[in-house]
């Protein structure tokens, strides 16, 4: 690799031939085309770009919760990347090629651990409708009790059968205790893994999502 301080026409980028030119920190660059390699994938890395898929679409698929959810990641990573390195450490079940994503341990938000918010799920007896209850916040002072009351209820409900999933972000407040929450009629009938996390409603804070088992919601 060359350094090139300077030049009659500047700073060059691109390739030309078997040279690719480079600006880094305002210093030109030259190096190799770099070439594809003729050797065939191990095994260990097709099931590392195999998980890598698995995850990224899954949590691509939860974007609008992910985006919700994970206030908290470091400035170089969006919300979903932060959700595909957590998910792949720890979600990931199955032994090669058969990987797939342990539905009970997804965290959907990856804030502070929240309190015991003894949370009910209860399909009602028609109508495919899901009655949510939980308890709002009774500890620490009344301008605590307060700010945590106003919190954001964020609630989903993912249809196994289907790969599809419906949310409820923000319609209720954590001081409300309850939601009853329309899933598609099209739901009913066969099983939904269920989550609930809080947000903050100002935007800036988000607690750890709450995996509530499978519930199935009756027309």
Not at 9 to 14: D, M, P, S, Y
Not at 72 to 92: C, D, R
Not at 140 to 167: E, M, P, W
Request: charged share 20%; aromatic share 8%.
């Amino acid at each position: 690799m060359g350094k090139v301080k300077s030049g009659v026409i500047g700073k060059v980028t691109g390739s030309v031939g078997p040279v690719v030119f480079s600006v880094v920190n305002g210093q030109q660059v030259v190096k190799e085309q770099p070439t594809k390699s003729t050797k065939a994938a191990t095994q260990s890395q097709i099931d590392v770009r195999e998980i890598f898929r698995l995850t990224t679409e899954a949590m691509n698929n939860f974007a609008d919760v992910i985006n919700t959810g994970y206030r908290i990641h470091k400035k170089a990573n969006t919300p979903v990347n932060t959700a595909v390195k957590y998910h792949i450490k720890n979600a990931i079940t199955g032994i090669s090629p058969d990987f797939a994503l342990d539905f009970t341990k997804v965290r959907l938000s990856n804030g502070a651990e929240d309190q015991d918010n003894e949370v009910q799920v209860k399909a009602a007896d028609a109508g495919a409708i899901m009655n949510i209850t939980w308890s709002p916040d009774v500890s620490g002072s009344q301008k605590n009790r307060d700010l945590r009351n106003t919190d954001l209820a964020c609630i989903v409900f993912y249809h196994i059968a289907k790969g599809r999933y419906i949310s409820s972000i923000g319609e209720v407040k954590r001081g409300t205790g309850k939601l009853d929450m329309k899933v598609p009629n099209s739901f009913a009938g066969t099983p939904m893994h269920a989550w609930i996390f809080f947000a903050s409603e100002d935007g800036t804070k988000s607690f750890r999502s709450e995996y509530l088992n499978t519930h199935t919601a009756k027309l």
